[in-house]
């Protein structure tokens, strides 16, 4: 599995987690998911204006956002179905690199084209912030950023690569963060220019018979 490198605070970095042929394996079993769960534009709370990444879901829980809010929800804001199950990667991600925490509830699915960003942000719409989040990359690379748990604390940058894994946890779990930028042509992994970006979270806080010794 390779020795992770620390970036801050628990935050762990896996740099070519995922090889080429794993990356693939990946980008397919994705290809399933968003044709049952389409990418849909979340829209920010109040103000309604649009997100520059699309986003999708897998697993039972779904992160949506619209003008009332964001949200874990079971369904998709659009077609009304239940979010597809994790596909067989994903969930082995989970076990190798997450081990002892309880279960994944959501799996957030983020597409961003040449021009998409992410402003720095907290995520804290889960009940749970004990169990770790767990971010795989397949794509284009894009310049991350991730700070302390003050908006102005100072940030470290880092590239986040196709195949690269992510495992925020402890302090970096309510950790300011967000995407700067990406360089288009920098993998040849998907058909169209741009990036995917899962996160794996467990949303509900974990029942006693849950968490394993
Ligand atoms: C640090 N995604 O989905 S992944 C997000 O590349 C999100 O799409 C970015 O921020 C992306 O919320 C960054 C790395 C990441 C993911 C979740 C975190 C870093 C995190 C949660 C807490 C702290
Ligand atoms: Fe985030």
Not at 10 to 37: I, S
Not at 80 to 85: E, I, L, S, T
Not at 159 to 171: E, F, H, T
Not at 172 to 177: G, I, M, N, S, V
């Amino acid at each position: 599995m390779n020795s992770p490198v620390a970036i801050v605070p628990g935050c762990l970095y896996w740099p070519g987690w995922l090889d080429r042929e794993g990356q693939e394996a990946l980008a397919e079993e994705l290809r399933h998911v968003l044709a049952e769960a389409p990418l849909f534009t979340p829209l920010m709370p109040r103000t309604g204006k649009p997100f520059s990444v699309r986003m999708s879901n897998c697993g039972p829980l779904g992160w949506v956002s619209d003008v009332g809010g964001y949200r874990y929800q079971e369904t998709h804001p659009e077609t009304g179905r239940p979010w597809p199950p994790f596909p067989p990667m994903l969930s082995r991600a989970w076990e190798e690199l997450a081990g002892r925490a309880p279960a994944p509830e959501a799996c957030l699915i983020n597409w961003y084209g040449p021009q998409a960003r992410m402003g720095l942000h907290q995520d804290r719409d889960e009940e749970e912030f004990s169990a770790p989040v767990l971010s795989l990359s397949l794509g284009d690379t894009a310049l991350f950023r991730i700070g302390g748990t003050t908006r102005s604390d100072p940030t470290r940058s880092l590239r986040l690569a196709s195949g690269d894994a992510l495992l925020l946890s402890g302090p970096a779990r309510l950790a300011f963060h967000g995407i700067d930028r990406l360089y288009p042509g920098t993998s040849t992994l998907l058909k169209q220019p741009g990036r995917i970006n899962l996160t794996l979270r467990r949303v509900r806080q974990a029942g006693a018979g849950e968490i394993r010794p």
